[in-house]
């Protein structure tokens, strides 16, 4: 039976990461960050394996060649060895944007933005599956990239990922609300992590602080976001439902009265998430500036189930509507 080049990629990653994890008593997660940095360079950089291991990934190593694959056959490959290694250490920061949700920004990003040539941010940037999503589906355009977690390890699992792809991206190993050395972007990408941010007196320089006790993470996330973000910039928010519903929306309806204009709320299919709870919507917002007019009408929708094409054709119709009566150039 014939494998597809995922699976065959899925396969060299797997059986590689594990026996760096067997040998040398690392986490799958730590061994898999090694095994791809050793496919990037073409070498075993770990000395300290045996002589039999080495052998044993240097033919899985020979095996692959990372440039008969396609940027997505690589990232999609990664992905699956990641998600695998996450199922064995779940720990509540390191959840993964589903692919679905990751295309369907890169197609917003791709309508609202007409610049050939942008720079893009993602201040959440875990192991860097939206943000090379949404630079896969670019075509032709030149991206000035940028990634920030405070993770080591998911920044690593990044650097590998996007070195994999041949993404251009620059990441900080940060707390990603402290002061950021990067300019400001044309593009915010965010799946937000949400919680409470436990840094008060970090929390204390945002807006968006919470009166009493801690702060929403995701509301200082978006904060800063904005503070990175050019006037007429738009970010992409992964956002929880009830974000507009927690006795801390006044205050975020008041920051945006401010800062920028809401452009559109899709709530996601609910088939995505495992109870109603956790279920999400990506938020479009777009900072205020000179000549930046609000538009209309805020773009409002319920994704159908990304399978009922039919459904899904018919709201990127009213989408392209949308954006033709609607969007700022």
Known sequence: ?????????????????????????????????????????????????????????????????????????????????????????????????????????????QKFNTATHFRLIDLAVGTANLLTTVMNHQPDKQISAYGVDVDDLLLQLAYVNANMQEQPIEFFNQDSLEHLFIDPADIIVSDLPVGYYPNDIRANDYQLKADTGHSYAHHLFIEQSINYLKEGGYAFFVIPNNLFETEQAPKLHAYFKETVHIQGILQLPSTLFVNKQSAKSILILQKRGNDIKAPKQVLLANVPSFSNMKAMEKVLGELETWIKENKND
């Open 1 to 109: 039976m014939q494998i597809s080049p995922v699976e065959e990629l899925f396969t060299v990653f797997n059986e590689t990461a594990l026996i760096i994890q067997e040998e040398l008593e690392y986490s799958y997660l730590e061994a898999l960050a090694l095994t791809g940095e050793n496919i990037f360079q073409e070498a075993i950089l770990q000395e300290e394996l045996s002589e039999l291991n080495k052998k044993r990934l240097k033919k899985l190593y020979e095996s692959v060649n990372l440039s008969k694959y396609s940027k997505e056959e690589l990232r999609k490959s990664f992905q699956l060895v990641i998600l695998k290694g996450m199922k064995e250490n779940t720990q509540p920061n390191h959840q993964m944007t589903p692919d679905t949700i990751g295309m369907f920004i890169g197609y917003l990003v």
